[in-house]
């Protein structure tokens, strides 16, 4: 069982297909009871970082989260998911993130259109097992204002190219994140997915 965490902020039924169509059972749940029982976590994310972090710790859902961390469950953070579990944020002032993935995430640059929206190539900068079986140069799906910036540069296991180079997928331990949308990236994106289910039944 994947639990699907919902705080409000993401496109969670697309997940929920996605997964379903890869025969893996999930759920969407904001109770700690369901996600701490699960096999593993998705954290998914539209909208702004302060909003997201605030609608988490309304919940008590960020406790839930760094317990699943500590506990060593698989966590899979999806576009805001993803820098939501960074340190901090710039996004409409200083916001402070879950501090799972020590960095920072910041607004694209002055001169490029935001958001950065549409497909892009993915270049692998390590193996992974997050990207295991995905061809270098694949193509993905983007819709995102900000990106993340990784204190530690090796944790990034895939890069993307706008207006410079940027963290478009990580793994760090068992806390995998993706800037980009596999579940709107086609059969690439359900790649990635299942890549993810299988690490989830290896717990």
Not at 77 to 101: A, D, K, P, V, Y
């Amino acid at each position: 069982m994947i639990a699907i965490v919902d705080y409000g902020l993401g496109n969670l039924k697309s997940i929920l297909y996605a997964l379903e169509r890869l025969g893996q059972e999930a759920i969407i749940t904001s109770s700690r009871e369901e996600i701490l029982s699960a096999d593993g976590i998705i954290l998914p994310g539209v909208g702004a970082f302060r909003r997201g972090m605030e609608n988490l710790n309304k919940t008590n859902l960020t406790a839930v989260l760094k317990e699943s961390v500590k506990a060593d469950k698989p966590i899979l953070g999806i576009c805001l998911g993803m820098q939501l579990l960074f340190t901090r944020s710039s996004e409409h002032g200083r916001s402070n993130g879950l501090n799972i993935i020590p960095g920072r995430v910041e607004k694209f640059g002055a001169g490029l259109k935001v958001p950065h929206m549409g497909w892009n190539q993915i270049h692998k900068t390590r193996p992974s097992s997050l990207l295991a079986g995905i061809p270098e140069g694949a193509f993905f799906y983007f819709a995102h204002s900000y990106y993340p910036i990784p204190a530690d540069a090796g944790v990034s296991v895939g890069v993307s190219e706008y207006g410079g180079q940027f963290a478009s997928a990580v793994e760090v331990g068992r806390v995998f994140a993706t800037q980009f949308h596999p579940e709107r990236s086609g059969n690439l994106g359900l790649h990635v997915l299942e890549n993810f289910c299988k690490i989830c039944r290896k717990s």
